[in-house]
């Protein structure tokens, strides 16, 4: 690795850790949102194809994996749940979440790991 390359890592890998904060400023305990909001919202877009209940069970359609399933995946993350919102997908309806609404179901989701 050259001296300039190795030089140009190092100062992006700076830029990204100063722009989104140390690691635990990531994890799920810090992140804002209200789950009882994420669930309204939930039950009003996300119902008619996921089950949403801290129960789980089967889905209203069988391609949809329940809010449980997704909570208790290993991979799970309030950042892995972000980029999911903020992405496209070919099986989704290409729902425009605010900020404060991808905070409040991302807060719902991962509530339902700890009942």
Partial sequence: MTTVFRAVSILLGSVA?????S????????????????????????????DISREG???????????LDVAT?????????????????????DLILTEREQDDVIAYILSLRSR
Avoid: I, K, W
């Fill in 23 to 50: 690691p635990e400023a990531l994890s799920d305990e810090s992140l804002p949102g209200d789950p009882v909001a994420g669930r309204v919202f939930a039950e009003r877009e996300c119902s008619d194809c996921h």
């Fill in 73 to 93: 995946q290993r991979s799970t993350t309030g950042l892995s749940l972000r980029v999911f919102l903020r992405s496209t997908h070919r099986d989704m309806p």
């Fill in 17 to 21: 850790f100063a722009a989104l904060g």
């Fill in 57 to 67: 069970g089967d889905y209203p359609l069988n391609t949809a994996p329940s809010f």
